[in-house]
């Protein structure tokens, strides 16, 4: 059964950062890629941020420049390095994982951007 165990959510100011980590249950040479995806209240869930196998990289429109993700494959783990944090960035982030058993999302974790 495939995991996804994420970390680093929390509240944080306007301007302020946040670390978001991933760690999957899965073989690094059996993940295709994995990445970040959003839901605020009300609104469809959307892409944040992704990273594939071979170290490319997808950004959604809202956070390019902000946001950086980036892996470290020796734990199957991905980060999510968000900086210049707004109130619009307020939402639930899930975990994306796309490997060789399928598609899997994490549990979720809140982050909050209010003064």
């Known amino acids: 059964q495939v995991q996804l165990v994420e970390s680093g959510g929390g509240l944080v100011q306007p301007g302020g950062s946040l670390r978001l980590s991933c760690a999957a249950s899965v073989t690094i040479g059996n993940i295709n890629a994995m990445g970040w995806y959003r839901q605020a209240p009300g609104k469809q869930r959307e892409l944040v941020a992704t990273i594939t196998s071979g170290g490319g990289t997808k950004y959604g429109d809202s956070v390019k420049g902000r946001f950086t993700i980036s892996r470290s494959n020796a734990l199957n783990t991905v980060y999510l390095q968000m900086n210049s944090l707004k109130s619009e960035d307020t939402a639930v982030y899930y975990c994306?994982?796309?490997?060789?058993?399928?598609?899997?999302w994490g549990q979720g974790t809140q982050v909050t951007v209010s003064s």
């Open positions: 994306w994982l796309n490997s060789v058993y399928g598609v899997n």
